[in-house]
């Protein structure tokens, strides 16, 4: 709401010689001087807001500026719910997980995509099992495939350091 009220000059502030006016119908009332087009806006007990300070002349408008902000910040209000925030939800598993562990995990994560989230699957080794990476290969590719029907791979295995990580996004529908 505050970067909107900082963008125009209003009323006393506009020291332009010459004007294009608007009126607050969107009627167009030519070129005139600041000071008769304030004095114009006073007689509406409206505000005098320049709009396009780089036009040449710069061009101003009459209206109702609380009026005009309230419908902006109303206006960014509106935008900001239909918005999705999509979370980055985490499964870990080891190398030694068995096949109904895996399903499990699956399972969550399957509700997690499903509710339009991204899913990140790590398996953490620890000391020697760092050396078998290929199992941990395996066990991502599995669950690539259990979840393949709501699910694309959107950053496929690779291994950090000492995890080992797969991003799945919900398919678009």
Request: proline share 14%.
């Given at each position: 709401m505050n970067n909107i009220s900082?963008?125009?000059?209003l009323n006393e502030e506009i020291r332009e010689k010459e004007l294009r006016i608007v009126g607050h119908d969107g009627e167009q009332l030519g070129l005139m001087s600041s000071s008769e087009a304030l004095k114009m806006a006073e007689e509406k007990d409206m505000d005098l807001v320049m709009i396009?300070?780089?036009a040449k002349p710069p061009v101003c408008k009459i209206m109702d500026y609380g009026k005009f902000i309230y419908e902006q910040a109303k206006k960014d209000r509106e935008a900001k719910k239909k918005q999705k925030v999509v979370d980055l939800k985490e499964v870990r598993?080891?190398?030694?997980?068995?096949?109904h562990d895996i399903m499990i995990k699956a399972t969550n994560a399957r509700r997690f995509l499903q509710e339009g989230d991204k899913v990140k699957i790590t398996v953490r080794f620890r000391g020697r099992e760092a050396d078998y990476s290929h199992v941990g290969n395996k066990i991502l590719q599995n669950f690539a495939e259990k979840l393949a029907d709501v699910s694309t791979i959107e950053k496929p295995a690779k291994l950090e350091g000492r995890n080992m990580i797969m991003i799945l996004t919900p398919k678009k529908a």
């Open positions: 900082k963008n125009f000059l396009s300070p780089s598993v080891s190398p030694k997980i068995e096949e």
